[in-house]
């Protein structure tokens, strides 16, 4: 069996409880409002703006064992360079305050899976930040696409109000085919820490869908 598929089966209880945070389930059933949908890029500007210099780092830190994977890192590098701006244009698109955003620090949440991804990269074995790809665009693929649909179908917002999201559900689906050969050629050591840390990615991930909020305020718009 390929690896790629071993780790979807080794980390499907993980992902599920990410998947029954609150706000995911109203989200595909449309019942959503602004300030969540505000709410969730404000949390991804504060995560997905730490991708390139995670990404940066981890280049630096890779051990001869993976110095194969340098070339593929540069590549991440080049695709993933000011995403984080695109987040920012859809809160001011979604009736946001974009600078606001760039000036505020994270909820703990986000802030906990980026030191986590730092420490791993600095501190334990950078191939386990591969458990972290995995985790966001796997989800990404999953969920992207069908939420931005049923947000905008609720909540009325131009089609500049889901540059990320659409955009990232079409080129995680690209994405997830390269990880699957990266992760195809790891030692089994290093395959094992990408388990391991997907394991906790899905749970810090999923903490941060948890502390969105979700309480449908009166009159608050429901596409079901």
């Known amino acids: 069996m390929p690896f790629y598929e071993q780790l979807k089966i080794a980390t499907e209880e993980s992902r599920a409880q990410l998947l029954a945070a609150p706000i995911i389930a109203d989200c595909l059933q449309g019942r959503v409002t602004r300030d969540s949908y505000l709410a969730f890029l404000a949390q991804a500007y504060h995560h997905v703006r730490h991708t390139t210099p995670l990404l940066m780092n ?37 009736g946001g305050n974009a600078g606001a955003v760039r000036a505020s620090q994270p ?42 649909d049923k947000i905008q179908q609720a ?16 080129l995680d689906q690209e994405h997830t085919q390269h990880l699957a050969r990266l992760l195809e050629k790891m030692t ?25 909020p979700t309480a449908m305020p009166a009159g608050a718009t429901s596409c079901n």
């Open 58 to 94: 981890l280049g630096g830190r890779l051990p001869e064992r993976l110095a194969w994977m340098r070339g593929a890192v540069a590549e991440y590098i080049d695709e993933e360079i000011g995403h984080e701006e695109w987040i920012l244009s859809d809160i001011d698109a979604a």
């Open 107 to 148: 909820d703990l949440p986000a802030e906990v899976m980026v030191a986590y991804a730092y420490d791993l990269i600095n501190r334990r074995n950078p191939a386990g930040f591969f458990g972290m790809v995995f985790v966001l665009e796997g989800t990404s693929v999953a969920l992207a696409l069908t939420a931005a």
């Open 155 to 170: 909540l009325g917002l131009p089609d500049r109000a889901f540059s990320y999201l659409r955009s990232h559900g079409t």
């Open 188 to 212: 089994p050591d290093d395959q094992a820490e990408v388990i391991h840390c997907a394991r906790i990615f899905f749970k810090l991930y999923g903490d941060v869908f948890r502390a969105l």
